[in-house]
Nanobody
Framework: QVQLVESGGGLVQAGDSLRLSCAAS????????MGWFRQAPGKEREFVAT????????YYADSVKGRFTISRDNAKNTLYLQMNSLRPEDAAVYYC?????????????????WGQGTQVTVSS
């Protein structure tokens, strides 16, 4: 099993920045891709960004491209999401996810482990 714990969420104003972190523990050797998803109230969980095992390939949702940056420190088993120029529509619970698949998967069903989520609130 793999455990994922997110941190770094909070309340910010539109235009501000936040950095989310996700610490992985357990059988981390079984993980390849890692990603971020988010879920706003009344909406389905949606893909935000993903990174392959070596962090050499990344993929973003169009809605965050150019504003968010995903990165990982494999030595620390930690995934990050730098979020700049935040908008009210970015407000959601952000989930870290880990996959046993290689590459840059973007579908929920392609991920095997999930964190509990961290709340991001953006005021206008």
């Amino acid at each position: 099993q793999v455990q994922l714990v997110e941190s770094g969420g909070g309340l910010v104003q539109a235009g501000d920045s936040l950095r989310l972190s996700c610490a992985a523990s357990g059988r981390t050797f079984s993980i390849y891709a890692m990603g971020w998803f988010r879920q706003a109230p009344g909406k389905e969980r949606e893909f935000v960004a993903t990174s392959n095992e070596s962090d050499s390939a990344t993929y973003y949702a169009d809605s965050v491209k150019g504003r968010f940056t995903i990165s990982r420190d494999n030595a620390k088993n930690t995934l990050y999401l730098q979020m700049n120029s935040l908008r009210p529509e970015d407000a959601a619970v952000y989930y870290c996810a880990a996959s046993k698949r290689k590459g840059i998967p973007a579908r929920i069903v392609e991920y095997d482990y999930w964190g509990q989520g961290t709340q991001v609130t953006v005021s206008s």
